[in-house]
């Protein structure tokens, strides 16, 4: 049996977020909890429940909401390549998203996401250079505009990220740990450099991982 529990801080506000999941046999059974399912006494507010066979189905059930979303996952071989795809559908909203992704070599990858009815769609490549900096230009062709992200792994825990939307013209930056010594944590500032005061939002997330 496995837990986690992530607290988020912002300037105004902050907020948890537990789950606890447990295996039986190949198959993951998951639930999620946030502060709002204990803040007046246990309740069904903020609860989600999900059964999860690694790399073939996720199912997620929203409590509150009594909303099902279903995922399917598989992959093919296209010229001796891997295809990774994955099939998305919300039952609340009937939305249907169908995503993609082409893997070259451990360097070149190639994604692409669709939402159906919509002409909602991503282009994205990744690139990764010397196993440590990732660049991935992205294409959004509903809004005809670029996204850019470039990150860099640092003594092998740590991550820095800089994101860059075209479109919004929003700044990102962050410094990201995954360490079973040192723990788990991510701060991220973000700056609209459309607007006219520019006062960054800034964000901090810390995980702790339990086994039991």
């Not at 991510?186 to 901090?204: F, M």
Request: proline share 3%.
């Amino acid at each position: 049996m496995k837990a986690s529990l992530k607290g988020r801080y912002e300037l105004d506000k902050s907020s948890a977020a537990a789950t606890l999941a447990v295996g039986a046999g190949d198959v993951k059974l998951r639930a999620s909890m946030t502060e709002a399912t204990f803040a007046k006494g246990p309740s069904l507010s903020g609860l989600a429940l999900a059964v999860e066979k690694p790399g073939f189905f996720i199912i997620d059930y929203n409590v509150p909401k009594k909303d099902f979303r279903f995922q399917f996952m598989n992959t093919v071989r296209v010229a001796e390549k891997p295809l990774n795809l994955t099939y998305i559908h919300s039952r609340g909203d009937s939305r249907t998203i169908l995503d993609g992704n082409l893997v070259f070599d451990s360097a070149n990858k190639v994604s692409a996401n669709y939402m159906l009815g919509t002409g909602n769609c991503k282009l994205k490549y990744t690139y990764v250079h010397g196993g440590v900096a990732t660049f991935e230009p992205c294409y959004d062709l509903a809004k005809n505009s670029w996204d850019f992200a470039a990150s860099r792994k640092v003594y092998d825990d740590d991550v820095f990220k800089a994101t860059y939307q075209t479109s919004s013209k929003l700044l990102g930056l962050e410094w990201a740990r995954n360490s079973k010594v040192n723990g788990n944590f991510k701060i991220s500032a973000s700056l609209n450099l459309a607007e006219e005061l520019k006062i960054p939002k800034l964000v901090a997330e810390t995980t702790w991982n339990f086994e039991m």
